[in-house]
């Protein structure tokens, strides 16, 4: 497999906090996907887990960004945990035909958090 992009985001898991406290509802089903709110609103730290994925879908959108052409398309990028517990990264319309323009044909994750920021590091990979 050869690296077709990568990107890195740095999340404070306390703006997520504020936009959750602002905007509720409406920023969960804009953003994330049944799955994501489903398995996040589960764990204990909820906004921890929120912060987390909403920086995973930035740093997918920049490992593709060579192949994307319109903006990120938050709930065409899902992060379900996978197995072993680690993250899995689902794409689904435009952010998938992307993807496949450029070859990708999987997605590497690592999700970290530390006191309240979040550190995130995706690695498209093809052949």
């Known amino acids: 497999m050869v690296v077709k992009g990568m990107g890195v985001d740095v999340m404070r898991i306390d703006r997520i ?3 959750l406290e ?16 489903e398995y ?12 987390g994925r909403f920086a995973a879908k930035e740093a997918v959108y920049k490992a593709l960004g060579a192949y994307v052409n ?6 065409e990028v899902e992060i379900l945990r ?6 899995q990264v689902v794409l689904h319309g ?3 035909e992307a993807a496949e323009r450029g070859g990708v044909q999987r997605i590497l994750i690592s999700i970290t958090h530390e ?3 979040c ?3 995706a690695i498209a990979e093809g052949p």
């Open 17 to 19: 906090e504020r936009t």
């Open 22 to 37: 602002r905007f509720g509802q409406r920023f969960l089903s804009r953003v994330f996907t049944p799955a994501e709110v």
């Open 40 to 51: 996040c609103t589960s764990r204990r730290r909820v906004v921890q887990h929120l912060a």
């Open 70 to 75: 319109t903006g990120i398309r938050w709930r």
């Open 82 to 87: 996978g197995r072993g517990g680690s993250p």
């Open 94 to 96: 435009a952010m998938r």
């Open 115 to 117: 006191d309240n920021i």
């Open 119 to 121: 550190i995130v590091v």
